[in-house]
């Protein structure tokens, strides 16, 4: 059986003195002389690290979920376009034989054009009106 902390300093008060200013003077080196201080101080440190992070994540989070509703009602504007530009290219001209299937009778071909890159038979010509001089990227065939 051991003694009491509190018996042994009642009985030798120097020794807790001397423990007391070995304490203070291995704290004010930088050292942790007891390892529950260490520990503590070690969890204070990730305890802070990670709330950081994670109010990182709830600001990120928070700007992705913005992000997405900005991105969801630009796709909803842009289907109600497709669908008021299909309503208006039926009332213009109906297709015939609008059968479903994979047979392409009732496909309109658009004709594709890159509008980034310049064909190699492309010579720009000038296009004179009224004294501008506005260059064309039109083929001469």
């Known amino acids: 059986m051991g003694i ?3 018996s042994l300093y009642r009985t030798w008060g120097h020794l807790k003195d001397e423990f007391e200013k070995r304490r203070a003077a291995a704290w004010a080196a930088g050292q ?4 529950r201080e260490a520990r503590l101080a070690r969890l204070r440190d990730l305890n802070q690290r990670l709330t950081g ?5 709830h600001t990120e ?3 992705l979920k913005e992000r997405h509703r900005h991105l969801l009602s630009v796709l909803a504007a842009k289907d109600d376009e ?4 299909r309503r208006q290219l039926s009332t213009f001209a109906p297709l015939p034989d609008q059968g479903q299937g994979d047979d392409a009778k009732g496909v309109v071909p658009l004709l594709r054009r890159d509008v980034w890159a310049r064909p190699p038979d492309v010579t720009p010509f000038k296009v004179g009106f009224r ?3 506005h260059t064309s990227p039109i083929s001469h065939r």
Do not use: I
């Open 4 to 6: 009491s902390r509190a």
């Open 131 to 133: 004294g501008s001089s």
């Open 32 to 35: 942790q002389p007891d390892p």
């Open 53 to 57: 992070k994670l109010a990182r994540t």
């Open 82 to 85: 497709v669908q008021r530009l």
């Open 61 to 63: 989070l928070t700007q």
